[in-house]
Structure formats: structure tokens, C-alpha cells
């Protein structure tokens, strides 16, 4: 009984933590950045749980929600490169090119989040992921220092879901040791400005439409 009591202590931790900030896209509130998790590629392409993550940032991005996406994900072996498959499916779905940066250490959740923070600067932000991962994710990056709010994906529960479900149980005790101990990622190296580039640009997209629209106003007006 004590040995149950204590394999659900971080999964509980996790609930504590998270239910309070996972959302819809229709009601999640707006942040520059979302983060999307890898989640595995067939073939170099993202199998289905991911593309539905990316499908779900491409509308955040549609609906004005966040201005910029990062992807992280694996890309350890030469032959597997989540983020580049990620930000490709991205781009084939409308995203410009420009306002999708790639973390290529997303080793786990625990890397993107303190990655995110550390080395691209993020501070706040929308996380994207299935339902079973994403209170944990979400426990993670507060812990790791970015304020966050997390957007569930729903799926069918196949065996997948099912599958996710239970090793979440093993993966929240993992989660709550991070936490707790705060390791450094598999690999941290120098700060980047990926975000805060695209950040910028999306800025000076947004100003120099908004020039325009004034100055056809004006025209308009003095017409």
C-alpha cells in the first residue's frame, strides 16, 4: 500500500501543479512562444501524435495566439532530425519559415524546458502536447523558470493514448526528481537568439502593416 501511495505522489504532484493552466487553443490565454515536443518521426515524417501537436500550433499561430513556434525535439543521429521535420510540416501548413526556430537538444521534457528558458530566452509560454504528457510538461517548465500553460490535444484512446498513460505514471516520478534537483540538460551549450530574432521580426511585420494601414486610411480619408 505504501509502495502505490508513493508511485502516485508525483503523478498527484504533476495535477497539483498543472490542472489549473492546461486550455483549449479557443481559451488558452495569448504568449509570444509556444513550444512544441517532439514526438517521434516515421520515415522523416512526424508520426501521427506529433503532427497533430504541430496541427494544433499552426492554429495557434493562425488565430493570432502565439507570433512565434519552437520545435524541440531529437536530432542526436545524423539520420533523425525531429525539429527539421517538424518546422518542415509547419511550413507546408502555412507557417512562415521565419517564425519557427529549432531546439535540436529536446532530448525530454525536462531538456526543452530548461533549454527554452536558458538558451532561447523564453519566459513565458504555451506548451503543446497530448493530454497524457502535458501537465507534466507544464510541472516541468514552471519548474525550470518559464510561465506556462498548456494546450491538450485530444486523441482517440488507442493503444497509443493508453500506452502514454502508463508510462506517464514511471515518467512523473523522473519528472518530480528534475524538479527537485534540477539537473542540467544532456546538452546545454551557448544562449541563441532564434527567438528573439523572430520575435523582432514579427514586431516589424506587425508595424510596418499597421504603417500601411494607416497611410491607405489617410489616403481614403483624404480622398
Known sequence: MVACVLALVPSTWT???????????????????????????????????????LDAAAELYRTGKVRVLLVTGDNSREEYDEPDAMRTYLV???V????????YAGFDSWDSCVRARKIFG???AVLVTQGFHVRRAVALCEAAGVASYGVEVTERHDLTWYYGEIRELFASGKGAAEAVLRPDPTFLGPRETGVTRALEAAEAEGTAGTAGTDKATAVDGAG
Open 92 to 94: 507546408e501548413r502555412g
Open 96 to 103: 512562415p519559415d521565419g517564425r519557427i526556430v529549432s531546439d
Open 122 to 124: 523564453v519566459e513565458r
Open 15 to 53: 495535477h497539483a501543479v498543472a490542472d489549473s493552466r492546461v486550455r483549449t487553443i479557443a481559451d488558452v490565454p495569448s504568449r509570444d512562444v509556444a513550444v512544441v515536443f517532439g514526438a517521434g518521426l516515421r520515415s522523416g515524417r512526424p508520426t501521427p501524435y506529433l503532427a497533430h501537436r
